[in-house]
C-alpha cells in the first residue's frame, strides 16, 4: 500500500529540517569508518593492554588483528529486576561471537536505576541525567576503538535511549540492541490500581498495599504495564535494532537464550557493512513514533526520541509527534491504557501482527535498514525454536484478543492518543489514550504547590475536595532534574471517583504511567527558568482542552507577566547525590527538546534566567 500522505509529509518535512546536521552527522561517521578492524591501526604498546587480560583464542584473535571485535556493554545489576537476567548474557555472547568468527569483549558496565524504586523519593531527580550518564558512560566504553561492533545490553527507561545516544556517536560501527524481556503476569493491573487508591484514601493498610505491590512485581524480568520500559523495547525494535519478535520473549527461556546468542552472531555479520548511523535515519525515527503512538506508549519517549534523533543529527520536535498522532490508529489497549499486561499483547500477537497492520496501511516506512537486513518487513515474523533451532515464520495476520490488540482498520480510537497542549502557559504534552472522552476538558480554579509533599498534606486534609486543577511547578529539568510525579495518580484519581473535575498541570513528568487522570506534563518553558507557570497563583482559573489542544490561564497577560515570582528561584537539590548533577541542571535544554545536556542548540543565553525575573 501506498504511504500514507500525512506520514510522508512529516519525514519530508524532517528531513529539510535536519539537513545541515544529517550531513554533518554523516560525514562524521564516513570519516571514522575503517576497512580492516579498528585495533589495526594502533601501536603495539596500546594493543598490547587492550589483549593483556585475554586468553586463549580470544587473545589470539584480539592480537592477530583480522577477526572483528565487537564490544559488549551492559547495564547489568541484581537490583532490577529487568536487568537482573542481564547476568549471563556475556558469556553466551562471547561463545556465539567466537563462533560467527569474532571476538568479543565486556567493554563497560553503564548504571541503571529504577524509577520504581525512587519514585516519590529524592533519588528520583537522578532519573531523567541518568540517561546522559548512561550515554557517557557508553562512549566510554566505546572510546578505546578496539571495536567493529558493539552490542548493547539494557532494558529500562532511561538505560535505553542513553546507551542509543551514546552509541551513536560512535554510529559507523553497527550495533544490536539485547533485551532480557518481561517477568510474567502478576497481581491484575486494576486489582493493583485499586489497593493503591484505597490506600491513599486510609482505607487500606500498608501491609496490605505491600503485599499487592509484591504480586506485581514479583519476579525477573520487565515490570508488565506498559511503562516506558516496555514502550523503549516496542520503539527499538519497530526502529530495527532488535532482532525480529526479540522484545517481549521472557527471560530465563530457551527462546530467550537462543535471541541472545542470535544477536552475537547477527553483529559480526554486520560488522563493517550496515552501521548503526545507517539504519538510524529519518524513516527510523518515524517509524518509532509511530509505534509509540500505535500503541499509546509512555510519554517519556517524547523525551527520549528527540534526544535520540539529535544524537544522529535529527531534530524531531513535539509538532511531528502531534501531526503524526492525528493519523496513526491506537490499536492496543495495555495498562494503563487497559487492563491487560505486556504478556497479554505478545499473545495476542505482538510486535509482528502490529507492524504487519502498519505496514499495510500505509502508516510505516517498509524500505529501512534493520539489524536483520534490509526492509521492514523481516518484522512481520515472530521467533521460534525447531528441535532446539532458532527460525522466524510469518506472524499471526488476525489479533488472537480483540480487547487488547485491534487491526489498524478497526483501531480503538482513530488516533493515537497523544495531544501536544499549547497556550499562555506554554506547551505540553498530555496523553489522552487512558482518559475517557468527557474528562479530555477541564476548566477548575488552580491550587499551586511546589512539591509532591505538599500536594499529598494537601490532599489528606481534604482541601482539594472539588473540582481542581492542580499545579505542580518547579519540577522542571533545571529546577530538580524532572523527576516523574506518579505519585499523585492514586490521590487524584480519588478526587475524580468522587465526582470531581480534576487535571494536573506540571513542568515534571508523569511517565509511562499516565493513567485516567487527564495531565499536562512537561510543561515548557518550566517554571524554573521565569516561565509563565511561575506566575500562576491559587484561584487563577485555568482549562485544559485535549480536543483543541489547548491549556491557557483566564489571566489578562499584562498582569500575568507583570507578577513576582513568589517562589524564588528553586533551592539547590542536596542529598541522596543530587549535589553531584548540579551541571547537567544548568546545562540541561528544554523538554520540547529532549531535556537533554548534548546538542549544538543548548547555549546559556537561550535559557539563562534573568535575575531581575525573580525580584
Request: contains cysteine; negative net charge; aromatic residues 6%.
Given at each position: 500500500?501506498?504511504l ?11 528531513a ?5 546536521t544529517r ?21 603495539c ?13 580470544d ?48 567493554a563497560?558496565g ?15 531527580e537522578l532519573s531523567?541525567?541518568?540517561?546522559e550518564?548512561?550515554a ?16 548493547l ?16 556517536a560512535?554510529?559507523h ?18 486489582e493493583k ?11 487500606a493498610?500498608r501491609?496490605?498495599l ?23 523495547q516496542?520503539?527499538?525494535?519497530v526502529m530495527g ?13 530457551p ?23 545507517e539504519?538510524?535515519d529519518?524513516?527510523a525515527?518515524?517509524?518509532g ?8 506508549g ?6 527520549h526520541l ?12 513535539w509538532?511531528d ?23 497479554h ?12 497492520q ?8 517498509p ?21 532446539g ?6 506472524g ?34 498530555m496523553?489522552?489514550?487512558a ?13 499551586v504547590?511546589t ?9 489528606k486534609a ?22 516523574e ?7 487524584l ?18 511517565s509511562g504511567?499516565?493513567?485516567?487522570i ?6 515548557t ?8 507557570l ?12 485535549a480536543?483543541r ?6 489571566v ?12 524564588g ?5 542536596t542529598?541522596?547525590g ?7 541542571r544548568?546545562a ?13 542548540a ?8 534573568p ?5
Amino acid at each position: 500500500m501506498a504511504l500514507h500522505p500525512v506520514i510522508e509529509q512529516v519525514t519530508a518535512r524532517i528531513a529539510v529540517r535536519s539537513e545541515r546536521t544529517r550531513a554533518d552527522y554523516s560525514q562524521r561517521m564516513r570519516a571514522a569508518a575503517t576497512e580492516r578492524p579498528a585495533r589495526a591501526g594502533m601501536a603495539c604498546s596500546n594493543l598490547a593492554h587492550g589483549f593483556a587480560a585475554c586468553a586463549g583464542e580470544d587473545r589470539l584473535a584480539v592480537r592477530g588483528l583480522t577477526k572483528p571485535g565487537v564490544a559488549i556493554i551492559s547495564s547489568y545489576n541484581d537490583l532490577l529486576s529487568a536487568h537482573q537476567p542481564l547476568h549471563e548474557y556475556p558469556d553466551w555472547l562471547k561463545a556465539s561471537v567466537r563462533e560467527a568468527g569474532g571476538v568479543a569483549q565486556f567493554a563497560g558496565g553503564v548504571p541503571a536505576m529504577c524509577d520504581g524504586i525512587t519514585q516519590g523519593q529524592p533519588g528520583m531527580e537522578l532519573s531523567l541525567f541518568s540517561r546522559e550518564v548512561i550515554a557517557m558512560a557508553t562512549g566510554i566504553a566505546l572510546s578505546h576503538e578496539m571495536f567493529d561492533a558493539a552490542l548493547l545490553l539494557g532494558v529500562c527507561d532511561k538505560i535505553v535511549p542513553g546507551l542509543l545516544i551514546g552509541a551513536l556517536a560512535f554510529g559507523h560501527l553497527p550495533s544490536i540492541l539485547v533485551p532480557a524481556g518481561p517477568m510474567s503476569s502478576g497481581l491484575a493491573n486494576k486489582e493493583k490500581a485499586r489497593i493503591r487508591q484505597l490506600y491513599a484514601e486510609g482505607r487500606a493498610t500498608r501491609e496490605e498495599l505491600l503485599e499487592a505491590e509484591s504480586a506485581s512485581y514479583h519476579g525477573p524480568g520487565t515490570c508488565t504495564f506498559y511503562g516506558t520500559a516496555n514502550s523503549n523495547q516496542m520503539v527499538v525494535e519497530v526502529m530495527g535494532l532488535h532482532l525480529p519478535g526479540a522484545s517481549f520473549v521472557p527471560p530465563n527461556t530457551p527462546l530467550r537464550r537462543a535471541l541472545t546468542e542470535e544477536a552475537g552472531r547477527r553483529v559480526v555479520g554486520l560488522a563493517r557493512s550496515v552501521s548503526l548511523a545507517e539504519i538510524v535515519d529519518v524513516k527510523a525515527v518515524v517509524n518509532g513514533v509511530v509505534a509509540l503512538l500505535a500503541t499509546g506508549g509512555s510519554t517519556n519517549l517524547t523525551l527520549h526520541l528527540p534526544a535520540i534523533a539529535a544524537a544522529a543529527g535529527i531534530e524531531l520536535t513535539w509538532d511531528d509527534f502531534a501531526d503524526l498522532s492525528a493519523v496513526v490508529p491506537l490499536m492496543a489497549r495495555v495498562y494503563p491504557n487497559g487492563s491487560a499486561d505486556i504478556n497479554h499483547f505478545q499473545a495476542a500477537g505482538g510486535v509482528p501482527f502490529l507492524v504487519g497492520q502498519l505496514l499495510d496501511a500505509g502508516l510505516l516506512h517498509p524500505d529501512v535498514n534493520t539489524v536483520a537486513g534490509p526492509g521492514l518487513d523481516r518484522y512481520r515474523q515472530e521467533p521460534f525454536l525447531d528441535d532446539g533451532e532458532l527460525g522466524w515464520r510469518d506472524g499471526p495476520t488476525e489479533s488472537l484478543d480483540l480487547a487488547v490488540l485491534r487491526p489498524a482498520a478497526d483501531p480503538f480510537s482513530v488516533d493515537g492518543g497523544l495531544r501536544m497542549l499549547s497556550g499562555n502557559l506554554g506547551r505540553a504534552v498530555m496523553k489522552v489514550s487512558a482518559v475517557a472522552p468527557e474528562h479530555r476538558v477541564v476548566q477548575a480554579p488552580a491550587r499551586v504547590f511546589t512539591t509532591q509533599e505538599a500536594f499529598s498534606m494537601a490532599f489528606k486534609a481534604g482541601e482539594l475536595d472539588r473540582d481542581v486543577v492542580v499545579v505542580v511547578r518547579n519540577q522542571g529539568p533545571q529546577a530538580n532534574g524532572m523527576p516523574e510525579l506518579h505519585k499523585l495518580t492514586a490521590p487524584l484519581g480519588v478526587l475524580m471517583d468522587r465526582g470531581h473535575r480534576v487535571a494536573l498541570v506540571t513542568d515534571g513528568r508523569m511517565s509511562g504511567a499516565s493513567g485516567k487522570i487527564p495531565a499536562a506534563i512537561q510543561l515548557t518553558p518550566e517554571a524554573a527558568t521565569g516561565g509563565p507557570l511561575a506566575r500562576v497563583r491559587d484561584g487563577d482559573v485555568i482549562r485544559l482542552d485535549a480536543n483543541r489542544g489547548s491549556i491557557e490561564v483566564f489571566v489578562d497577560v499584562a498582569e500575568l507577566l507583570g507578577r513576582r515570582l513568589v517562589d524564588g528561584p528553586p533551592h539547590e537539590p542536596t542529598g541522596a547525590g543530587r549535589e553531584l548533577f548540579g551541571a547537567l541542571r544548568r546545562a540541561v535544554g528544554p523538554a520540547d527538546e529532549g531535556a537533554s545536556v548534548f546538542g549544538s542548540a543548548l547555549t546559556p543565553e537561550k535559557f539563562a534566567v534573568p535575575v531581575t525575573a525573580w525580584k
